[in-house]
DNA sequence: GACCTGCTGCGGGATG
């Protein structure tokens, strides 16, 4: 017979009492967090990876709510994790307190990964503790019998909440838990999350407005120091052409690694990843399989092996994407290496944060420049770590898409009265604010399908009853809607396939359509040559010979934060008053000098602009540290704003640090820039950013992953999905019909508020200006590229040249400028704009 | 010796 303790009891069977009988103390933060949950408290449990939340979290629920287990019913304890390859170690870690503080429950884990076999068994008999994703939850939400089902929840644990926050899977969360507490009030909801910025926004969406004020935050101490350090280049050039891929940086990878017994190499490029596993293989062909490599793209059978290799040390090396920024603990891990910019502080903490897991060794992460000036920016985010700034991951805002999915999954989960979900949805954080008629909107589009659709059954979705219940008429569109859950719009991908069968992993199929059969690319690690590409598939076989192309991915884009951005601004200020601290300035030293010498240090007070004039046109250089996004905005604003004055045309490059406009006549930048740079009001900005971008272009791409969230496109099949060029053409005959016969439609609003917010970030843009208004225009006549031009010269130069051509011109123009820098001040101002020929000057 | 740039994440359910 099994007794269960009473719900507080501290005696036998209290979460105390399991860690002593371990021999383990318990933790200050594991004890709050048992108290509070103890205390009925909602709460978040802000700490980094490791074991000890875990227990602080489970212990507690498990402590509080254990009972004796029922025949029947359903799950009592949810535990909602981002990653299904988390899932089942979640469970391992979970099931040992569970057996002892309540016997005779059962653990679940239920994702897309869960075989037929075990989800019937878990229908016959629900297991008290489920382990699930957010995607699967929803499955359950809208299930008919849902209301039975999760009316026994007794409490919600989110895991990795940050990681979900700042997406349309976190709205997809914070609706399901309003779900959840309609059905079940009383139901305890405890986050754990990442250290934020904005830890209360991060409460407030986990908890709702309401319960956030009053809920717990605990925090776990930083268990070990991190230390942030530099592998400098044996040289450090002061003409870098904006390269990426560390070429220069492979011997000193090398040696580091044959220091350390596991390490992980941190790259933020697919094909930077697999161009890096070729480097090292070339430097050291002795540790083939003992390296290896890990990124999206690759097949998910090869991931689990590395993963597994890794877990066991039987990998040296790994090199990796974000794939691995998350993921079962990988103890052995000695060290991490990031080449490139980290890109954010959080970005580079998480990663720190993958290393010395076991208790007591100390984190570290070593950066890998791949440029001469990421050396300030690691210097830069040293800086940020040790003071703990960290980027903010705002919450989305009423993404009517998601609403929409969510009305249709409710719909099924047993139907809905429109009042009632109406206030239930008002409770979340996401649409506290949603306005009546935006609500009616979203009713009248599933039930109707809006303006333009209502001649199509498919569209009318949901319909009352005749107690006023709203349902889902059909079994057909009940299916229909189970499979296309969710808010993850993946790019189309190819297989990758040997002759054989054998499966390597996937490509994009804008990627695999520029590739003729017998063409060679570089891919999992070997070079492939392309046989045929059939329906979704690309076969091929090993190649030798050829020069390989490596597959480029679309992927997503990264910019530089503010929060880095502006740590790296403060170093160059202090480098602008003569300050190099630590090995990274130092060793910069040159480049920046000469940046000053020729030009001016950019500092948080002073707006550097540079004009040089050549047989091109007329340059104009700004570097306002915004990020590439807001660059990329900004350009094309100023451009379109010059041109507004006078029919003129440019060229524009942006990078993180600055942008260039080049402009075949002359451009009296010095009289018109100020003017140009006044920042409008906010609605003026966007106006005439609209006017500035492609926009409608933009927001249509947009529009298809609304669409698709929203359920108007015919999902395919889990196993057999629908190619996305068939996706993005339905997807566009909706964009058209809804401009032309339903234009007010929300959906249409919202790709281009999207685009606006988060492709051109115009909170950010808005920001920009004004800073840059209150900075000092310090508007310098350069006669040839600074170090900060440079990398924007060739960025612009390669949409033109070969990459050939470009090699070749570069070279003469680096060794033009070297002798320049090298030449007294005084010679290199009297050269001017004469434009030398090398080999007369060298003679 | 060479500069080729952009991550990750999920996914039916009923019946035999």
Redesign the pocket.
């Known amino acids: 017979m099994t007794r269960a303790p009473r719900p507080g009891t501290r005696a036998l069977g209290s979460a105390e009492a399991w860690m002593r009988a371990r021999g383990w103390v318990p933790l200050d933060f594991q004890r709050q967090t048992w108290a509070a949950i103890g205390a009925g408290h909602h709460g978040l449990l802000h700490a980094t990876t490791g074991a000890g939340k875990t227990y602080a979290v489970w212990l507690g629920l498990l402590q509080r709510h254990a009972a004796p287990p029922a025949a029947t019913g359903g799950p009592r304890l949810l535990w909602i994790t ?4 988390l899932a089942g170690d979640t469970a391992a870690a979970l099931q040992a307190p569970m057996a002892a503080l309540a016997p005779g429950w059962r653990l679940g884990v ?5 075989p ?1 076999a075990e ?2 068994a878990q ?1 016959r008999r629900w297991p008290e503790a489920l382990v ?5 939850l929803s ?2 939400i ?4 849902a209301p039975a089902l999760l009316a026994q929840v007794a409490a919600v644990v989110v895991d990795e909440w940050h ?1 979900l926050l700042a ?3 976190g709205v997809q969360v914070q609706l399901a838990l309003a779900r959840l507490r309609g059905w079940q009030p009383a139901v305890q909801v405890w986050g754990m999350s990442a250290t934020l910025a904005n830890p209360d926004e991060a409460a407030a969406a986990l908890l709702g407005p309401t319960a956030a004020a009053s809920a717990a935050h605990v925090r776990a101490p930083q268990a070990k120091p991190i230390t942030v350090d530099t592998l400098l280049p044996a ?1 450090v ?1 002061r003409f ?6 560390g ?2 940086m492979v011997p000193a990878v090398v040696a580091a690694l044959e220091g350390c017994r596991s390490a992980l190499l941190f790259t ?6 697999e ?1 890096w596993y070729q480097a090292l293989l070339d430097a050291r062909p002795d540790w083939a399989g003992q390296i290896a490599l ?4 690759l097949d998910p059978q090869v ?1 689990r092996w590395v993963e597994h290799g890794l877990k066991t040390g039987a990998l040296r090396a790994v090199v ?4 691995l ?3 079962v603990d990988f103890a052995p891990v000695e060290r991490v290496l990031q080449i490139g ?1 980290p ?1 954010g502080v959080a970005r580079l903490l998480q990663r720190a944060g993958r290393s010395g897991h076991a208790p007591g060794q100390p984190s570290r992460v070593t950066l890998v420049p ?2 001469a000036l990421e050396l300030v920016e690691a210097a830069a985010a040293r800086d940020a770590v040790q003071a703990g700034r960290i980027e903010p991951r705002p919450a989305l805002r009423a993404p009517l898409d998601v609403l929409v999915q969510h009305l249709v999954t409710v719909a099924l989960g047993g139907g809905f009265r429109p009042e009632a979900l109406l206030a239930e949805v008002r409770t979340t954080h996401a649409y506290a604010d949603l306005s009546d008629q935006d609500w009616r909107w979203c009713l009248d589009f599933v039930r109707h399908g809006g303006a333009s659709l209502h001649a199509y059954p498919e569209y009318r979705r949901v319909q009352p009853d005749a107690s006023g219940v709203w349902r889902v008429p059909d079994a057909r569109l009940a ?1 229909r809607h ?9 790019d189309a991908q190819l297989e990758v396939r040997y002759l054989n069968g054998a499966r390597l992993g996937t490509v994009e199929e804008g990627f695999a359509a520029r590739l003729r059969p017998g063409e060679c690319f570089v891919f999992a690690g070997r070079t492939l040559e392309l046989v045929r590409l059939h329906e979704l598939t690309a076969w091929v076989r090993d190649a030798r010979g050829q020069p390989p192309r ?1 597959p ?9 934060s503010t929060t880095l951005a502006d740590a790296v601004v403060a170093r160059l200020e202090a480098a602008a008053h003569g300050v190099f601290d630590g090995p990274e300035m130092a060793a910069v030293q040159p480049l920046l000098a000469l940046q000053g010498r020729w030009s001016r240090l950019p500092t948080r007070q002073h707006l550097v602009a540079e004009v040089l004039h050549d047989r091109e046109g007329c340059h104009l250089f700004v570097y306002p540290f915004a990020g ?1 996004d807001v660059h990329a905005g900004l350009a094309a604003w100023l451009a379109w704003r010059a041109a507004q004055a006078q029919p003129r045309t440019f060229s524009l490059a942006v ?2 640090y600055g942008l260039e406009l080049l402009c075949a006549q002359p451009v009296d930048w010095a009289a018109a820039l100020p003017r140009w740079l006044q920042p409008p009001d906010r609605a003026t900005l966007q106006a005439e950013l609209l006017a500035s971008l492609h926009a409608a272009e933009l927001a249509k791409r947009r529009f298809r992953e609304i669409a698709r969230v929203a359920g108007l496109l015919e ?5 057999q ?1 629908r190619p996305a060029r068939q996706l993005q053409a339905s997807a566009a005959l909706f964009w058209a019909v809804f401009c032309r016969h339903d234009p007010d439609n929300r959906l249409l609003h919202q790709a281009q508020a999207e685009v606006l917010m988060q492709e051109l970030d115009l909170d950010r843009l808005h920001d920009a200006l004004q800073r840059m208004a209150r900075q000092t225009l310090c508007l310098q006549t350069i006669a040839r590229p600074t170090p900060l031009a440079l ?1 924007l010269w ?2 612009r130069q ?1 949409e033109r040249l070969s ?2 051509t ?2 070749a011109r ?2 003469r123009l680096v060794a033009q400028l070297e002798r320049a820098a090298d030449a007294p001040a005084r010679a290199a101002r009297g050269r001017g704009r004469r434009r030398a020929n090398p080999t007369q000057e060298a003679a």
């Open positions: 981002p990653l299904r390859a239920r994702t897309g990964d869960t037929d989800r019937t229908q699930t994703t957010p995607e699967s499955l359950l809208a299930r008919a019998d990681e997406s349309k899977r040289q050039q870098a052409w904006a390269g990426h891929l070429a220069a933020n490029t697919r094909s930077q990843t161009w890990h990124h999206g793209s991931r990796c994407t974000s794939s920024d998350l993921g910019s890109k791949t440029h299916r189970r499979l296309n859950i969710g808010t993850i719009v993946a490596v480029r991915w679309q992927g997503g884009r990264m910019p530089l590439r990078n993180d999902p395919g099949h889990p196993g999905r990398p060739v960025e390669r990459s050939e470009l090699a570069l070279q």
